[in-house]
Nanobody, 115 residues
Framework: QLQLVESGGGLVQPGGSLRLSCAAS????????VGWFRQAPEKEREGIAC????????VYLDSVKGRFTASRDNAKKTLYLQMNNLKPEDTAVYYC????????WGQGTQVTVSS
């Protein structure tokens, strides 16, 4: 069965960088479109990046374009989210998800951007 585990979050100052990882087990990522999502305190969960199973560039939420880069390594069964020039409003719990599998959410990893 599928399990997704996010990691790499932490506390970072504004302008700093983090690289998140999402490791999958029990499934082959090459079969699916995958995504990164986040949920800030008292806010709705929002999608921030979508990576197609096709050989096309990821699609990003406007607020993270030019700062975040999503990628996938199907051989390693791992997703990545490189986050640069982080802002306080990026503070949230970050999740990976396979939209085609409704209960595929991981536990999330906390990202806190603060001086």
């Amino acid at each position: 069965q599928l399990q997704l585990v996010e990691s790499g979050g932490g506390l970072v100052q504004p302008g700093g960088s983090l690289r998140l990882s999402c490791a999958a087990s029990g499934a082959f990522l090459n079969y699916y479109t995958v995504g990164w999502f986040r949920q800030a305190p008292e806010k709705e969960r929002e999608g921030i990046a979508c990576i197609s199973s096709l050989d096309v560039s990821p699609v990003y939420l406007d607020s993270v374009k030019g700062r975040f880069t999503a990628s996938r390594d199907n051989a390693k069964k791992t997703l990545y989210l490189q986050m640069n020039n982080l802002k306080p409003e990026d503070t949230a719990v970050y999740y990976c998800h396979i939209p085609g599998i409704s209960n595929s959410w991981g536990q999330g990893t906390q990202v806190t951007v603060s001086s």
